[in-house]
């Protein structure tokens, strides 16, 4: 374990995990790239450079940790007076050069961006126009550092258009502060909500086109011989329309049928695109009790979904499906299993036998139940895993991008053993009667991922949500702490800090910077927002505000999608669609 200089009152759990998992000898390179990002978001490029030179040193055959320890060098010499720095950068490039002549890619990209901050404007616009003349080998919102990186070093050159052009491309207008850097492949809008990806239709069995990015969920069209089957309908049915538009391209036979994975929001809000006349709609037998749940609590954000979403949603099927029962449309056998896990009681399966496909919808949504509502399930969640394990599909379609990529058929048995292990540590430490916070502390990592690498990353995207839901669902709401006996709103802690701050915003200016350079980024936040209860007027309290909130944005964008569309909200603040 590195050993820190400074002693932050919180811990990055998931760092911590990070460095563990990519230590592992066949560790994904993907948990290099994101181990990568939290050293940034922290602001912690000495501790980055120091991991990854570590990383290099013991794994000479990976040419991502050259250049990871490449960038970290050139970030961390910062600090250092210009002599120094200048020989650091060099041997930072030196190094990068190195792991580029092995292998080009993401490693063109680090030097890239590092030829671009050290000055050397026309290498590293040919590195970065490299990487954008090969777009296709990166994830779509690593553009956005891209263009960052190509702003800076057009204007350097004198190229002023092409340097606006590359700024606008980067999202530079989004509301991020100071060198906050944002390069996940989401937007979202005021407007529109939260999108995962860039509006495509793909097409990933045959006839089976699956519509990513149009709106907050995905859902998917197959075409049969007698008409397009729909899988889900969207939140916004202009949304739902702008796919089917795409889809018209492909095929002008009409909707027949639409199957419903279950009554959430972003599943079913856009259903009126999808209707005419003899349009059949199916769900699940409890569609209707999940849907009463999902409409008796005020959507709590509106980052989610944009402003154009209902907030009162309605969807009323034709039929309910309560048992395993097979359906045929133009000849294409749909086979309906019923489940209760994972995210609602009304989960529906949609198995295709002849294309081995199986439509998910969200039971392995990493939320186990969407955060605000009283719902998810472990045990229904292993049940379901266990009947995707029996019907050996070729491909899981899940209801939005990121699971699809990451939640795969082949990453089911190391996802599914591992969640297995940890309901077993949470359930023994509710036994114990530890606390929630002390349990997430334990930083659990199964030891069966190391034999599933695959399996790593989509677990460490669940562990969090799945340690709160089973911890909410096993425990009551008086705490063996004494948490919960007495509550008391906001306003009353606002009121009892003000005591102990002495009345004034200057002590709690003081605690907020030191907390934020110290990256406790949400306990920051938490200060911020008590103190300012009390002290609106505070100019210092609302730039330090918004210093929080960027950072929570940056540290959260790869690792949980939720927390970055909440603290974008309550920011205010938009990322532009990557280009």
């Given at each position: 374990m590195l050993v820190h200089e400074r002693t932050p009152i919180t811990r990055n759990l998931e760092t911590e995990a990070l460095e563990e998992i990519v230590r592992w000898p066949n560790a994904h390179p993907r948990a290099a790239f994101l181990l990568a990002g939290q050293f940034m978001a922290a602001r912690r490029d000495q501790d980055g450079f120091d991991y990854f030179r570590g990383r290099a040193a013991a794994r000479p055959d990976q040419p991502l940790f050259a250049s990871l320890e490449g960038l970290f060098q050139a970030r961390a010499a910062r600090t250092l007076p210009l002599a120094e720095r200048i020989g650091q950068v060099q041997e930072a490039v030196a190094t990068l050069d190195r792991a580029v002549a092995q292998a080009p890619g993401l490693t063109t990209y680090f030097?890239?961006?590092?030829?671009?901050?050290?000055?050397?404007?026309?290498?590293?616009?040919?590195?970065?126009?490299?990487?954008?003349?090969?777009?296709?080998?990166?994830?779509?919102?690593?553009?956005?550092?891209?263009?960052?990186?190509?702003?800076?070093?057009?204007?350097?050159?004198?190229?002023?258009?092409?340097?606006?052009?590359?700024?606008?491309?980067?999202?530079?207008?989004?509301?991020?502060?100071?060198?906050?850097?944002?390069?996940?492949?989401?937007w979202m809008t005021a407007r529109e909500g939260f999108h995962f990806t860039s509006p495509r239709l793909v097409e990933m069995a045959p006839n089976v086109h699956v519509a990513q990015g149009y709106d907050f969920a995905d859902f998917a069209f197959v075409v049969t011989g007698a008409g397009v089957v729909a899988i889900d309908a969207g939140t916004v049915p202009a949304n739902v329309g702008a796919a089917l538009t795409a889809l018209r391209s492909i095929t002008t036979q009409p909707i027949t049928t639409v199957i419903l994975t279950h009554a959430h929001w972003d599943h079913i809000g856009g259903l009126e695109a999808l209707l005419g006349p003899g349009v059949e709609v199916i769900a699940q037998a409890e569609f209707p009790n999940e849907l009463r749940l999902a409409n008796s609590r005020p959507l709590p954000w509106t980052g989610f979904f944009g402003t154009e979403a209902a907030r009162h949603f309605e969807a009323v099927p034709d039929r309910l499906v309560s048992a395993r029962e097979t359906l045929t449309v133009g000849g294409v056998e749909f086979v309906l299993h019923p489940v209760s896990g994972g995210e609602t009681s009304d989960g529906l399966l949609i198995e295709m036998p002849s294309h081995g496909v199986v439509f998910?919808?969200?039971?392995?949504?990493?939320?186990?139940?969407?955060?605000?509502?009283?719902?998810?399930?472990?045990?229904g969640l292993f049940d379901t895993m266990r009947l995707i394990r029996e019907l050996e599909p070729r491909l899981l379609v899940h209801g939005h991008t990121g699971l699809t990529d990451s939640m795969t058929i082949e990453a089911l048995p190391g996802i599914e053993a591992a969640l297995h292990d940890l309901h077993e540590h949470v359930t023994a430490a509710l036994e114990e009667g530890r606390e929630l916070p002390e349990i997430l502390g334990d930083n659990h990592l199964p030891a069966v991922l190391r034999d599933h690498p695959a399996a790593a990353i989509p677990y460490l995207l669940m562990r969090e949500n799945f340690t709160k839901r089973v911890h909410h669902q096993g425990s009551g709401y008086w705490r063996p702490n004494g948490d919960g006996m007495e509550v008391f709103t906001r306003d009353q802690w606002a009121a009892a800090l003000d005591l102990v701050a002495g009345g004034g915003p200057e002590p709690f200016v003081r605690a907020a910077r030191r907390l934020l350079e110290h990256d406790d980024l949400a306990l920051a936040l938490r200060v911020l927002d008590l103190a300012l209860l009390r002290?609106?007027?505070?100019?210092?309290?609302?730039?330090?505000?918004?210093?929080?909130?960027?950072?929570?944005?940056?540290?959260?964008?790869?690792?949980?999608?939720?927390?970055?569309?909440?603290?974008?909200?309550?920011?205010?603040?938009?990322?532009?669609?990557?280009?």
């Open positions: 030097r890239g961006l590092v030829l671009s901050e050290a000055g050397d404007a026309e290498a590293a616009v040919r590195d970065l126009e490299w990487v954008v003349a090969n777009a296709g080998m990166f994830p779509v919102g690593l553009q956005r550092g891209v263009h960052r990186s190509l702003a800076r070093s057009y204007a350097a050159l004198g190229r002023e258009e092409a340097a606006g052009e590359s700024l606008r491309r980067s999202g530079g207008g989004d509301g991020s502060a100071g060198d906050t850097v944002l390069v996940a492949d989401y998910t919808g969200d039971v392995m949504m990493p939320y186990l139940g969407a955060p605000f509502l009283p719902e998810g399930s472990a045990a002290h609106p007027e505070s100019r210092p309290l609302v730039e330090l505000r918004s210093e929080a909130l960027a950072r929570l944005r940056e540290r959260y964008q790869a690792l949980n999608p939720f927390k970055f569309i909440v603290y974008s909200d309550m920011a205010g603040a938009e990322l532009p669609r990557a280009s």
